[in-house]
């Protein structure tokens, strides 16, 4: 069963391990994947190489999730003209009309599929969603992110992979 990560508050000792956090990961090549948009069109990730990239693992019934779309349609928005793609994969069980019907009302401006097993194999274990991957243009995962994104600090992850 996948969990919600419910956007926590910063407190002076959650920043004072943050200062101890490193600021970059290791970069690993993006496993490749084929998914079906919500519209029946084929998205694989190798038709999106030399592309930034962000890869969201999500569902309807996430709050954190939920108030991630605006920041992530933004973001789609804000950097199309440098080539960022952002790919939302739901897990919801409840199949593509429901996320179709959610997404509309959001205003959603990013492309969305259905997570399949591959998918979550690939880039899992995917325990609690939101979870977020960016990847560069290089086709490398620079950044994992469990939970809720501000969209500042999402805009600095964009930047990085952008570059």
């Known amino acids: 069963?996948?969990?919600?990560?419910?956007?926590?508050?910063?407190?002076?000792?959650?920043l004072a391990l943050l200062a101890f956090a490193p600021v970059t990961t290791s970069a690993r090549q993006a496993p490749s994947f084929s998914v079906r948009t919500l519209e029946g069109r084929s998205l694989r990730l190798a038709d999106l190489r030399k592309k930034p990239v962000i890869v969201d693992f999500w569902a309807t019934w996430c709050g954190p999730c939920r108030a991630s779309m605006p920041h992530l349609s933004t973001m789609q928005t804000r950097y199309e003209k440098q080539g960022l793609t952002v790919i939302g994969l739901s897990v919801d069980e409840n199949g593509p009309q429901g996320v179709r019907k959610f997404a509309d009302k959001l205003g959603v401006k990013f492309t969305l599929a259905m997570a399949n097993d591959d998918v979550l194999d690939a880039y899992g274990p995917i325990r609690s969603i939101p979870t977020t991957f960016f990847i560069n243009r290089k086709g490398d995962i620079v950044r994992r992110v469990v939970g809720y994104i501000d969209g500042e600090t999402m805009e600095g992850y964009v930047k990085e992979i952008i570059e």
């Open 1 to 14: 069963m996948m969990r919600c990560v419910p956007a926590m508050p910063i407190t002076t000792a959650a």
